[in-house]
């Protein structure tokens, strides 16, 4: 070891440097200063010698300076030969550049949607839409209402001829299923029966009576098979049950009741692999085939705990939506309250891609600019209100994602219009709406038939030969309904829009027959059974007419025709009563379906329990629209304000009105009624 300061004795010469010897490691360097030069005599000699102090800091800034002269010497000498110590894979010199997926004839397949930014036309029905839906193959549009009415429209060029309308259900509409060949059409009612349609014809086939309230229903049979099969779910319990689906029976083939654990409510089917993918309430998938042992089939995973089908029992939601690509290699589905849309490799059951289309999501974006489109706060607050509204029981299972015929593109509602998003690049390709005032739910994609039924590969169809062009040329349409509203939308490929003519005025169909006709005044007068759709869940009601023929007769005609749809519960008093009705939302506006005040209509009914329906009014004889629900007992009411009917299932969204908060009786958040339906 070197001291601070050591006494060195260094040899005076007129050697040249070049003989000096070079140390290469610092202990080579530290023994060389105890070397003496060439030519020095160690006995003696001419040379003379001289004492020098050296601290220890100069000492290591030369061991140092040697160590690094050393250690160039070694990697020049490295790069000449190779070394045996060097072992193990090398780091490259550069990263390499992560390389960017690409679909190929991807401009392909974006060509064959619709052109058209802006929706080109708009169809009504009387009450607001609940599912629209294209048959393969036979080219026909079908849309339903929460009326219960069901209408068929023909595909023409650049839209749709209406051809005929059903009253299908006297209550709400819970689900529709198409064929795998576009022949049958089913719907399954609130009132408990099932419709089947045949497609080519346009004609009611058969009625189902079910002794269950139905929740999800799917045809589960191919193309071509000898038996027509039709899966229902129940809505109370897990079973699922198997029909006939030319309805000659109304006894179920065939029950499944221990796959689920829950209700079911969506069902499935893959016709590539035979194969039906359920959901239930609780969040569980499960595959099974509708036939045999109706057990999993053996063309797809092994083991379910190989499969991200938990992933939404992790994340503690429900799927509103299982859409099957055309290819059948993947699903895609559309989850509450999470609000992210997945896509599945089928076979496997692993997760192919997710997108977040959260509130939360959404927010941090448009704060952070980030967003797809930027909106002004006014319009990002507005449309963020009719994304809450989204939460209810009423919509939730009204949204839906659905795929392009290739399977490489989904399309999907947002806040920001309907995105189309290429799956293969994670890339947003088109949007259609953005700039509409509507909140798109419910979609279906028609994307034409070659006019000359030759077989066409896609590479051909990618050439520039003009021949082929023209045979391929293409007719697209997408089709939604909207929040809150009455009529579905149309985007084709026309580009001249017009704002003032593009709302097709329709409410009244050109082909009812006549009983039909007849029977559309007295449905409308009476009704033994409502249920108010509100955006906090679902309210059921029984009416009584006996007791008070006017108001309930006032109050159905008023929820048939739209009346209460999107008004709000404008009055809200914690142990008294919710109060709603008014469209105006102040408590002053409202009328009866006559144009004027209706008398009251007091009888043996009392306000001596909680959950009772009255009318509201300003004074003796003086009702119009307005009406309220007691949450406690309420006797000085009586005789002053009339009772036509009692809240019976519910009641927990009833006390959550009650108990939000209010300012001056009236709630701070909007609580709507978006629509009513009656039984």
Same mark, same amino acid.
């Given at each position: 070891?070197?001291?601070?300061?050591?006494?060195?004795?260094?040899?005076?010469?007129?050697?040249?440097?070049?003989?000096?010897?070079?140390?290469?490691?610092?202990?080579?360097?530290?023994?060389?200063?105890?070397?003496?030069?060439?030519?020095? #005599? !160690?006995?003696?000699?001419?040379?003379?010698?001289?004492?020098?102090?050296?601290?220890?800091?100069?000492?290591?800034?030369?061991?140092?300076?040697?160590?690094?002269? /050393?250690?160039? *010497? @070694?990697?020049?000498?490295?790069?000449?030969?190779?070394?045996?110590?060097?072992?193990?894979?090398?780091?490259? /010199?550069?990263?390499?550049?992560?390389?960017?997926?690409?679909?190929?004839?991807?401009?392909?397949?974006?060509?064959?949607?619709?052109?058209?930014?802006?929706?080109?036309?708009?169809? !009504?029905?009387?009450?607001?839409?609940?599912?629209?839906? !294209?048959?393969?193959?036979?080219?026909?549009?079908?849309?339903?209402?929460? *009326?219960?009415?069901?209408?068929?429209?023909?595909?023409?060029?650049? &839209?749709?001829?209406?051809?005929?309308?059903?009253? @299908?259900?006297?209550?709400?509409?819970?689900?529709?299923?198409?064929?795998?060949?576009?022949?049958?059409? %089913?719907?399954?009612?609130?009132?408990?029966?099932?419709?089947?349609?045949?497609?080519?014809?346009? #004609?009611?086939?058969?009625?189902?009576?079910?002794?269950?309230?139905?929740?999800?229903?799917?045809?589960?049979?191919?193309?071509?098979?000898?038996?027509?099969?039709?899966?229902? +779910?129940?809505?109370?319990?897990?079973? $699922?049950?198997?029909?006939?689906?030319?309805?000659?029976?109304?006894?179920?083939?065939?029950?499944?009741?221990?796959?689920?654990?829950?209700?079911?409510?969506?069902? %499935?089917?893959?016709?590539?692999?035979?194969?039906?993918?359920?959901?239930?309430?609780?969040? !569980?998938?499960?595959?099974?085939?509708?036939? +045999?042992?109706?057990?999993?089939? #053996?063309?797809?995973?092994?083991?379910?705990?190989?499969?991200?089908?938990?992933?939404?029992?992790?994340?503690?939601?429900?799927?509103?939506?299982?859409?099957?690509?055309?290819?059948?290699?993947?699903?895609?589905?559309?989850?509450?309250?999470?609000?992210?849309?997945?896509?599945?490799?089928?076979?496997?059951?692993?997760?192919?891609?997710?997108?977040?289309?959260?509130?939360?999501?959404?927010?941090?974006?448009?704060?952070?600019?980030?967003?797809?489109?930027?909106?002004? *706060?006014?319009?990002?607050?507005?449309?963020?209100?009719?994304?809450?509204?989204?939460?209810?029981?009423?919509?939730?299972?009204?949204?839906?994602?659905?795929?392009?015929? /290739?399977?490489?593109?989904?399309?999907?509602?947002?806040?920001?219009?309907?995105?189309?998003?290429?799956?293969?690049?994670?890339?947003?390709?088109?949007?259609?709406?953005?700039?509409?005032?509507?909140?798109?739910?419910?979609?279906?994609?028609?994307?034409?038939?070659?006019?000359?039924?030759?077989?066409?590969?896609?590479?051909? %169809?990618?050439?520039?030969?003009?021949?082929? =062009?023209?045979?391929?040329?293409?007719?697209?349409?997408?089709?939604?309904?909207?929040?809150?509203?009455?009529?579905?939308?149309?985007?084709?490929?026309?580009?001249?829009?017009?704002?003032?003519?593009?709302?097709? =005025?329709?409410?009244?169909?050109?082909?009812?027959?006549?009983?039909?006709?007849?029977?559309?005044?007295?449905?409308?007068?009476?009704?033994? %059974?409502?249920?108010?759709?509100?955006?906090?869940?679902?309210?059921?009601?029984?009416?009584?007419?006996?007791?008070?023929?006017?108001?309930?007769?006032?109050?159905?005609?008023?929820?048939?025709?739209?009346?209460?749809?999107?008004? $709000?519960?404008?009055?809200?008093?914690?142990?008294?009563? $919710? =109060?709603? +009705? *008014?469209?105006? &939302? #102040? +408590?002053? &506006?409202?009328? /009866?379906?006559? &144009?004027?005040?209706?008398?009251?209509?007091?009888?043996?009914?009392?306000?001596?329990?909680?959950?009772?329906?009255?009318?509201?009014?300003?004074?003796?004889?003086?009702?119009?629209?307005?009406?309220?629900?007691?949450?406690?007992?309420?006797?000085?009411?009586?005789?002053?304000?009339?009772?036509?009917?009692?809240?019976? =299932?519910?009641?927990?969204?009833?006390?959550?009105?009650?108990?939000?908060?209010?300012?001056?009786?009236?709630?701070?958040?909007?609580?709507?009624? $978006?629509?009513?339906?009656?039984?």
């Amino acid at each position: 070891m070197v001291r601070d300061v050591e006494n060195i004795y260094i040899a005076s010469s007129n050697t040249a440097d070049s003989n000096i010897i070079r140390p290469s490691s610092t202990k080579q360097a530290r023994s060389a200063l105890l070397v003496p030069s060439p030519g020095y #005599d !160690m006995n003696g000699g001419n040379f003379t010698a001289r004492s020098v102090k050296r601290s220890r800091s100069d000492v290591e800034q030369e061991e140092h300076q040697s160590a690094r002269t /050393s250690q160039g *010497d @070694a990697v020049d000498q490295d790069e000449d030969t190779s070394s045996e110590d060097d072992l193990g894979p090398q780091l490259p /010199s550069a990263a390499p550049k992560k390389k960017r997926r690409v679909l190929p004839y991807e401009k392909l397949y974006v060509a064959s949607l619709p052109t058209s930014p802006r929706y080109v036309k708009s169809l !009504m029905h009387k009450e607001q839409l609940s599912f629209v839906t !294209m048959t393969p193959y036979t080219e026909f549009l079908v849309t339903s209402s929460v *009326d219960g009415v069901v209408k068929f429209w023909k595909k023409v060029v650049d &839209g749709v001829d209406f051809v005929k309308e059903f009253r @299908a259900h006297a209550g709400e509409i819970r689900s529709v299923s198409v064929s795998s060949d576009g022949r049958s059409f %089913a719907t399954a009612g609130a009132d408990k029966t099932l419709k089947i349609f045949d497609v080519i014809t346009f #004609d009611l086939l058969s009625m189902i009576t079910l002794e269950y309230t139905p929740k999800a229903v799917c045809w589960v049979h191919g193309r071509g098979a000898s038996l027509p099969l039709l899966a229902v +779910g129940e809505d109370v319990t897990g079973t $699922i049950n198997l029909y006939d689906g030319r309805g000659e029976s109304q006894e179920p083939l065939h029950v499944l009741s221990e796959l689920h654990r829950h209700p079911v409510c969506l069902i %499935a089917y893959n016709e590539v692999y035979d194969c039906v993918v359920s959901a239930d309430e609780g969040g !569980m998938l499960e595959y099974w085939r509708p036939s +045999g042992s109706y057990e999993k089939p #053996d063309n797809v995973f092994e083991y379910k705990s190989s499969t991200s089908l938990f992933e939404f029992k992790k994340a503690k939601s429900c799927p509103s939506s299982i859409t099957i690509s055309p290819t059948g290699s993947h699903f895609a589905t559309f989850s509450f309250p999470d609000r992210k849309i997945r896509v599945f490799d089928f076979p496997t059951g692993k997760l192919h891609r997710t997108y977040d289309e959260s509130i939360e999501t959404i927010s941090e974006m448009q704060q952070a600019g980030t967003a797809l489109q930027h909106l002004e *706060d006014l319009e990002f607050g507005r449309r963020l209100g009719v994304e809450r509204d989204l939460e209810s029981a009423a919509l939730r299972n009204k949204v839906n994602v659905a795929f392009d015929e /290739s399977g490489h593109f989904i399309l999907y509602g947002s806040m920001l219009g309907i995105k189309v998003i290429n799956t293969t690049t994670n890339r947003v390709v088109r949007v259609f709406g953005k700039d509409e005032s509507f909140r798109a739910l419910n979609l279906c994609l028609y994307q034409g038939q070659s006019q000359k039924k030759g077989v066409v590969t896609v590479s051909m %169809a990618a050439s520039s030969n003009p021949l082929l =062009q023209d045979a391929e040329a293409r007719d697209p349409m997408l089709v939604c309904t909207a929040s809150g509203k009455v009529r579905f939308y149309l985007f084709t490929n026309d580009s001249e829009i017009s704002k003032s003519t593009r709302d097709i =005025q329709n409410e009244k169909p050109r082909n009812l027959n006549k009983s039909n006709a007849l029977e559309a005044p007295k449905a409308a007068e009476t009704g033994s %059974a409502a249920t108010l759709h509100t955006t906090y869940g679902d309210i059921q009601l029984r009416l009584f007419p006996d007791a008070a023929p006017k108001a309930v007769e006032n109050f159905v005609t008023h929820a048939r025709t739209g009346y209460y749809n999107n008004t $709000i519960f404008h009055r809200v008093i914690r142990k008294f009563m $919710i =109060q709603c +009705g *008014d469209p105006l &939302g #102040d +408590g002053t &506006g409202g009328e /009866s379906i006559w &144009g004027r005040e209706f008398a009251d209509e007091f009888s043996t009914l009392k306000h001596d329990k909680p959950y009772t329906v009255s009318m509201a009014n300003a004074g003796p004889n003086t009702n119009g629209s307005q009406f309220f629900i007691t949450t406690e007992k309420t006797p000085w009411l009586d005789n002053k304000h009339t009772i036509f009917g009692r809240a019976i =299932q519910g009641l927990d969204v009833v006390h959550r009105i009650e108990n939000t908060r209010a300012y001056k009786e009236k709630p701070e958040e909007e609580i709507k009624i $978006i629509n009513i339906s009656i039984s």
